[in-house]
């Protein structure tokens, strides 16, 4: 009864939550809490590197682990993520393999080691190492317990990753990989409920429109046309940096979230966003050559707008206002500030009239 009440507790624990990290530690408390190692370490498969690391450690190595990748085959933990196969040397001085690896890592103090994978199906998600533990890892109890958490840690582990995935498809645009609109409802929610917790904080949206992009559907076919918005979309996420973020807000419409820029250090951005945008060359790679250039709009909350609804008005009037002229930047309440019209330097006039803001701001509103 006792077995069945550990397993169900386990079973319990890792059902609750569908956060990764909060399940691995989980399951790192119930191994823990059961073997009492003197250390241990949860290893993950990075299927894309074909290597492992350590999402966390505990015990002595704690800081000595985070940072180190482990090659499949290498080691212990590389060794039993290769083979699937459960590796338990209950005193590492009877064994002349595992002796002479605990000799060469001295201050890991191994006497006994564990590692443990977790695997679905075929395959290995990961792996759990014990060092030293106080309990006879080679009883039929410890052997029980062992897989039945593992299976249990790999359903969960799956699970929280599906769930992962899902999220992150339904925030994402499919052509582009950026965020999609919906999201950037939701990131405009945060950013002004954080200010309204701190009233310094400031941040900047930036709208570019593409011009002429149409003669590019016209001219080479729309799968053309979906390649070049998705190079338009990778080109934004490298000028503007992880720290902001960016979207497709429909058609050949983008949004940036600039997060913690006032006005001078939002126009600084979208200047170097403008410059690298005219100097790229798209579609090489299907031996085009394709020049591009934008109708920008800038606005920073809360200057130009104290509510999301009204910050994406100024935002979107700004940027029609750039395709007056196009191939420019406009920016609430100074204006234009790039391209051939204005000679680069920043113009004295607001160059739309209210009702043309408020026009803009309802159709933006609508179509969203």
């Known amino acids: 009864m006792k077995h069945l ?20 530690r989980i399951i790192m408390d119930k191994m823990t809490g059961f073997f009492k190692p003197e250390s241990w370490s949860m290893l993950l498969v990075d299927e894309r590197n074909q290597d492992l690391y350590y999402p966390f450690a505990a015990g002595d190595n704690d800081d000595s682990l985070k940072d180190q990748r482990i090659q499949m085959g ?71 317990f062992i897989r039945v958490l593992c299976d249990y840690a790999a359903i969960a582990i799956q699970n929280a990753d ?55 559907n016209d001219t080479h076919g729309h799968l053309v046309g979906s390649r070049l918005l998705a190079e338009v979309g990778s080109l934004m996420k490298r000028v503007l ?16 979230l600039l997060p913690g820029l006032g006005k001078q250090a939002a126009i600084d951005c979208t200047m170097r966003l403008w410059n690298g945008l005219r100097a790229e060359r798209f579609l090489t790679a299907q031996s085009l050559s394709l020049a591009l250039a934008g109708s920008f709009g800038l606005a920073t909350f ?39 019209s204005t000679g680069n330097q920043v113009a004295a006039t607001r160059p739309t009239t209210m009702a043309a803001a408020d026009l803009a701001g309802m159709r933006r509103t609508a179509t969203a």
């Open 74 to 144: 290498e080691g212990i933990a590389g060794r039993v993520a290769s083979t699937g196969a459960t590796l338990i040397v209950p005193d590492v001085a009877l064994d002349p393999q595992w002796s002479a690896f605990s000799r060469a890592r001295p201050e890991l103090r191994i006497q006994a080691l564990a590692c443990i994978p977790i695997r679905s199906g075929d395959k290995t998600l990961g792996v759990i190492q014990l060092f030293n533990s106080k309990l006879d890892m080679m009883s039929e109890y410890s052997q029980s």
């Open 302 to 340: 809360p200057e130009d707008g104290n509510s999301v609804q009204n910050i994406i008005r100024a935002a979107d009037t700004m940027m029609y206002a750039a395709k007056t002229t196009r191939d420019n930047v406009s920016v609430a309440g100074l204006g234009l500030v790039a391209g051939a």
């Open 5 to 24: 009440r550990q397993f169900h507790d386990v079973a319990r624990a890792l059902t609750q939550t569908l956060e990764r990290e909060e399940i691995l």
């Open 241 to 256: 940096g992880p720290e902001n973020s960016c979207f497709r807000y429909g058609g050949d419409e983008f949004v940036a």
């Open 162 to 216: 599906r769930v992962k995935l899902i999220h992150e498809l339904t925030i994402t645009d499919d052509c582009t990989s950026l965020f999609n609109a919906r999201h950037l409802y939701t990131m405009l929610d945060e950013q002004v409920a954080v200010a309204g917790s701190n009233r310094e904080h400031q941040f900047s949206l930036l709208f570019v429109d593409l011009d002429h992009f149409k003669e590019v």
